[in-house]
């Protein structure tokens, strides 16, 4: 497995290092009037960074027990035990298509089984079931992620490159960003709105896990992080995304009590799109392919071949762009979509509606 050989890899990397001896210690020293060495004692930490850090451990003591380790047949990633009957919500990408799955507890090396609940990948969340949950899960409390402000402190927690229970701390850097994943294995490419970007180091493995605040709140789930174009790929570092805590519970709670999600909280126009091209085959704007029956975009007059340029102050150039521009917006929202039909510029008042299209438990 790729995650399990890279933490191999680090592991052999940091033991090539080597510990000092007892004489090359001695030979860091200051020579004393005797000529022996005596290595000067460190300041001992401020009240306030003192403080800071028991504030560090408190909350990692709190949280840290409802971060587990998700393994599928070809993937790793992490989960939060979200309730005492065994649920543990993660992203929709860390499972895939899978069904089965082993769960690693924290600062344990027993595995157990699951099983998946439910996946709603337009939202990159999914809540899978141990199949026989063990007494004393510590499910996590979940914050108010409309209380998240810009410079609050945090951690994340999970297990990057496989290194099972690990913490790394930042800041919020902003709020209510609108972030497209890339498609890949067992991942749609979701446009989500709303999340959380971090400080905090977010690196394969790191996703569904937990962000959390020195409330030992979770608010958010480490989702992705964000790359170098000119860098091969390669993530840039300090700049995370995390799912909002109000989503995580909205979604999490409709695949657990009904196996799938009816109430998405993401606006929809109600239509099957695609990127249309201009003549010099640059990207133009999305074209209708087909309209829902009674959606929004249907109750508003649009048709199929109509071409979306704009939806407000937004332009729409792409299938992206129209997603992207619909993810920070609400359902019931009343929007002004401006379009071209047979060649000419026409605009439409559209009160959004809701997206649909959840993925039900096998």
Not at 24 to 30: I, K, Q
Not at 272 to 297: E, M
Not at 338 to 359: F, I
Request: proline share 6%.
């Amino acid at each position: 497995m790729v995650a399990l050989a890279a933490a191999a890899a680090l592991a052999l990397a940091g033991c090539s290092s080597g510990s000092p001896t007892s004489s090359s210690a001695a030979e860091t020293g200051s020579p004393t009037a005797s000529g022996s060495a005596q290595t000067p004692s460190a300041p001992g930490p401020s009240n306030g960074a003192t403080q800071l850090q028991d504030a560090y451990q408190t909350v990692i003591a709190n949280v840290l027990p409802s971060v587990v380790q998700i393994t599928t047949g070809s993937s790793l990633g992490s989960g939060i035990v979200y309730d005492d009957k065994g649920d543990i919500v993660t992203n929709a990408h860390v499972i895939g298509s899978a069904t089965s799955f082993t769960v690693t507890l924290a600062n344990s090396t027993t595995t157990l089984d699951a099983g998946l609940v439910g996946s709603y990948p337009d939202s990159d969340l999914a809540v899978i079931r141990l199949n026989n949950p063990p007494s004393g899960l510590r499910p996590a409390a979940f914050g108010d992620s409309g209380k998240v402000q810009l410079g609050q402190i945090t951690l994340a927690m999970g297990s990057p490159l496989g290194l099972s229970s690990s913490v790394t701390q930042g800041i919020v850097s902003a709020t209510g960003r609108t972030v497209s994943e890339p498609q890949g294995p067992g991942s749609p490419g979701a446009t989500i709105g709303n999340m959380v970007q971090t400080s905090a180091a977010i690196n394969p493995g790191n996703s569904g896990g937990a962000l959390v605040n020195l409330d030992s709140k979770v608010i958010g789930i480490n989702t992705l992080a964000a790359t170098e174009p000119q860098s091969n790929g390669a993530s840039a570092p300090g700049i995370g995304f995390a799912i909002p805590a109000t989503t995580i519970t909205n979604i999490a709670d409709q695949l657990i009590k009904q196996g799938k999600v009816t109430n998405s909280g993401r606006a929809a126009l109600g239509i099957t799109a695609r990127t249309g091209f201009n003549q010099q085959f640059q990207p133009a704007g999305a074209v209708v392919v087909a309209v829902t029956p009674g959606g929004a975009a249907a109750s508003a007059g649009l048709q199929a071949g109509d071409v979306i340029t704009r939806i407000g102050d937004t332009p729409v150039d792409s299938l992206n762009a129209l997603t992207t521009a619909l993810a920070s917006l609400t359902p019931g929202t009343k929007v002004t979509v401006t379009y071209t039909r047979d060649g000419g510029s026409k605009t439409a008042d559209v009160t959004l509606g809701e997206l649909q299209g959840a993925q039900s438990s096998p």
